[in-house]
């Protein structure tokens, strides 16, 4: 009951209606709240100027809103009445419940009458403060509008029901405790209010006083009101107009007011209007059931989202703190760098410190010892002696003279903490919203007749299904290694088209292609199975891993088979960079046709020995050094074909090409040595160290030589100490066999020692190691392709896989 109370209180007063009437607009208001709320109009709009000039409207005419309002409802508080300085302007209030109201220009005289038969200013209007609506009062004034007997029975109601201390009707602030009740007034009166409102004498001296709760007995058990006609104060309601809506009596309708109108019995609309009410309020019921359920479901929600809030942040704290071990782990590693490093300058200071001591302490005993023979005054015997005495001296001194007085190490640490990365990474680390309702791409579908291979290369097509609604933002391709290894991705971005080059000859590998955005990926599509051509002749230049091209232009030359098969996902990273140039394509050239079918030749037992043959046989590969994988220290010359460093310690460097079948060679020249470095060449993985000499780690094998002599080194294991050195314009080869898992070394053309190592198997990268006083150089190819093929056709038993 107590949500109904709102209903039950007056927009004017804010407290319980009393005598409440009901305006035409169907909203309620206290008969004293009405007369406080009248505004006087000009007399040319009151109702007897209108019927005299023969508008014909009705008593209680609404004025027009555009053209004739007292008070606009878009107004900005103050309502007057346009054009007519009679009437003042009125600043509107609020209130008790927060409803416009607009009062009268003055106050209404003192009376001691009921506010309904008080006497109303002529040409009055009153405003609804609820809806705002305007009418003109006739001269009934107040007593023309009906009585809501059924609201004032349920105020009766409520207010019993709360048995609460009946507090007084008349007071204007806070209503005192009502001590006695007029029974023919039906008001309760506190002690004030009564010497004031009703005075015992007159005629109120006959009326009854009673307590208030005997009055409230008398109210409940008294027979209820009978609503009165409104034109007829003396008859009763016995019929309703369905036109008006509005209850009639009897003299009504002999008036001939509702003549034309259809008019039926007041207790079948009663009941008629009963029903109405009682179903529009189950439909109402339901909305309120379901209302109750939805806030119950909130109220659940709160407790659930306190629950994953201490959920999620303890998941939040995990992660960071598995960041933050990470970065420690990370920390400690670097550290035991650091202290390596360090180890090792102090290792090499110490021991050119323990050298040059030895050195210099024989240096000074020559020196006291060739002083003291000059001393001698025997000539015969200083000539025999005198001249080893001076070759000594001037073998002695050359020695100090060959670097030997130059700092191997210099104290600084040369390396630098690349952070940039990671901070760039922790800055950017954000939550990812998980939209449930933004599906992933449908699965793409392969266009087979827009695939095709040629020679080595092969291009694929792709698009969305023709009823998808879920765009795609790109596409991920997939290869193997066309020995049924691992997928590995070889193409990311929006296109739909990809041709990939540098494929093996008369291989078959297995493609497949996704779709993702920003909710995730598709399925894979079906697996199409490329077969790539046999011929030898071709012009293509055969890689030993795919690399993925810009979309080129469709050559439809040699279709393969189109079988599809399912097969298993294994998603993973791949090596293979994107080609953007045709020279960037020359520069990945291994060999030209020796690795392809067709080639037979048995190698026998005997060592490499004839490496001019070979080169017959084999074009010399051509590569650039990548500066992406490279030292800092690392200088690049000559489009990336010419390297050198800026530090006294070793660094490395790779090739942008990699090998994983098949028998490669390629040759490296010195432009410049000085102070008898040890450069190292050889082959190594990717993630070989970069800042010690090349063959310290396991990710490493090569040859490192000097002026003198050269040793192999794997793994910080050095072995095969072979005499001959290098000097500025040598030329160091090497070859990888891959077929036989063995790598050689030459210098100017002579094989340098036994075959430096065997069973090397997996993707390997040609790779140097130097310091600042050394500068090398790839050696472009010396055959032309069309020799070299002429070669690979004529020799036999050399057998290559594809």
């Known amino acids: 009951m107590e949500e109904m109370e709102e209903e039950l209180k007056c927009p004017v007063c804010g407290s319980f209606y009393r005598e409440p009437i009901i305006l035409p607009c169907s909203h309620n208001l206290c008969q004293a709240c009405a007369r406080n709320i009248l505004v006087q109009t000009p007399e040319s709009e009151s109702p007897q100027s209108r019927r005299a000039s023969g508008s014909g409207v009705s008593d209680y005419d609404y004025l027009d809103l555009d053209k004739m309002s007292l008070y606009s409802e878009a107004d900005s508080g103050y309502g007057s009445y346009g054009g007519f300085a009679s009437a003042p302007t009125t600043p509107c209030q609020k209130s008790p419940n927060g409803v416009r109201v607009f009062p009268p220009a003055m106050p209404p005289p003192a009376t001691h009458l009921s506010p309904a038969l008080a006497p109303v200013p002529r040409n009055s209007c009153i405003t609804c403060p609820q809806c705002h609506r305007s009418l003109i009062l006739d001269d009934r004034g107040l007593r023309g509008f009906p009585k809501n007997r059924v609201l004032e029975g349920v105020i009766d ?53 009673v307590p208030p709760a005997q009055g409230r007995v008398s109210r409940r058990l008294s027979p209820r009101k009978v609503s009165t006609c409104t034109d007829h104060e003396l008859e009763n309601h016995s019929m309703y107009c369905v036109q008006c809506k509005m209850p009639v009596c009897y003299q009504c309708l002999e008036e001939g007011k509702h003549s034309s109108h259809e008019v039926k019995a007041l207790g079948a609309m009663w009941k008629l209007h009963k029903s109405q009410l009682s179903q529009a309020l189950n439909g109402l019921s339901d909305r309120a059931k379901e209302a109750k359920e939805f806030l119950v479901q909130l109220r659940n929600m709160v407790q659930q989202i306190q629950e994953n809030s201490v959920e999620f942040e303890a998941c939040l704290v995990a992660q960071c703190d598995a960041l933050i071990d990470a970065l420690n782990r990370r920390k400690a ?116 007749e827009e695939c095709c291979t040629h020679n080595n290369s092969a ?277 990888l066999d891959l077929n036989r898992k063995t790598l050689t070394f030459f210098i100017n053309d002579e094989q340098q020692g036994p075959i430096a190592f065997e069973n090397v198997e997996g993707l390997f990268f040609p790779a140097v190691s130097l310091n600042r006083n050394v500068q090398v150089s790839a050696v472009p190819p010396r055959l032309p392709a069309a020799s070299a093929r002429s070669a690979s056709k004529a020799a036999r038993g050399w057998y290559v896989s594809p």
């Not at 008001?187 to 015992?200: I, K, N």
């Not at 050195?359 to 060739?370: A, D, P, S, V």
């Not at 001194?397 to 670097?403: H, L, R």
């Not at 230049?541 to 279709?559: G, H, N, W």
């Open 157 to 209: 109601r409520y207010q019993q029901s709360k048995a609460a201390a009946l507090k007084c009707q008349l007071c204007e602030k806070a209503p005192k405790e009502a001590t006695v009740m007029c029974e023919q007034c039906d008001v309760f009166y506190c002690d004030p209010c009564r010497l004031r409102c009703h005075p015992p004498r007159g005629p109120l001296a006959k009326h009854r006083l």
């Open 333 to 448: 590693q670097l550290l035991a760098r650091v202290n390596k490093e360090h180890e090792h300058k102090l290792k090499v200071v110490r021991d050119q410190i323990s050298h040059c001591t030895v050195k210099l302490r024989q240096t000074t005993g020559l020196m006291e010892y060739c002083l003291e023979v000059i001393k001698e005054n025997d000539p015969s015997g200083f000539l025999q002696i005198s001249d080893a005495l001076i070759r000594r001296v001037h073998l002695t001194e050359d020695q100090w003279g060959k670097g030997t007085l130059t700092p191997r190490m210099t104290t600084d640490f040369d390396l630098s903490l690349d952070n940039s990365p990671l901070l760039q990474s922790i800055h950017q680390l954000d939550f990812v919203q998980m939209k449930a309702s933004s599906p992933v791409p449908a699965t793409p579908i392969l266009q087979l």
């Open 459 to 735: 291009t694929l097509s792709w698009k969305q299904p023709p009823l998808s609604t879920v765009p795609a933002e790109g596409y991920i391709l997939e290869l193997d290694d066309g020995n049924g290894g691992q997928f590995r991705e070889v193409y990311v971005g929006k296109e739909t088209m990809c041709t990939v080059d540098g494929l093996h000859f008369n291989s078959t590998y297995n493609a497949r292609i996704k779709a993702f955005n920003k909710t995730g990926v598709s399925q894979y599509s079906k697996t199409l199975v490329l077969q790539t051509s046999e011929d030898t002749d071709s012009e293509e230049q055969t890689l030993p891993f795919p690399v993925p091209s810009e979309r080129l232009p469709l050559r439809r030359m040699s279709p393969f088979s189109s079988t599809l098969n399912l097969q298993p996902s294994f998603p993973g990273r791949s090596y293979f960079d994107i080609r953007s140039s045709p020279h960037q394509l020359s520069l990945h050239s291994s060999l030209q046709s020796l690795n392809a079918p067709g080639c037979n030749f048995e190698p026998q037992s005997a060592p490499y020995s004839q490496l001019v043959d070979i080169k017959k046989l084999l074009a010399v590969a051509w590569f650039a050094f990548d500066p992406g994988s490279a030292h800092a220290d690392i200088i690049f010359s000559n489009d990336n074909l010419t390297v050198t460093c800026s530090s006294y310690d070793d660094r490395v460097v790779l090739g942008k090409t990699g090998f994983s079948k098949g028998v490669h060679y390629w040759e490296l020249t010195v432009d410049r040595y000085d102070n008898h470095p040890d450069p190292a060449f050889g082959v190594a993985r990717m993630d070989v160290m970069k800042d010690v000499m090349l063959g310290k780690d396991d990710k490493a094998w090569a040859m490192y030589v000097d002026n003198h002599r050269s040793w192999f080194m794997h793994n910080n294991s050095h072995t095969n100490r072979t005499e001959g050195g290098i000097t500025k314009g040598a030329t160091i080869g090497v070859l």
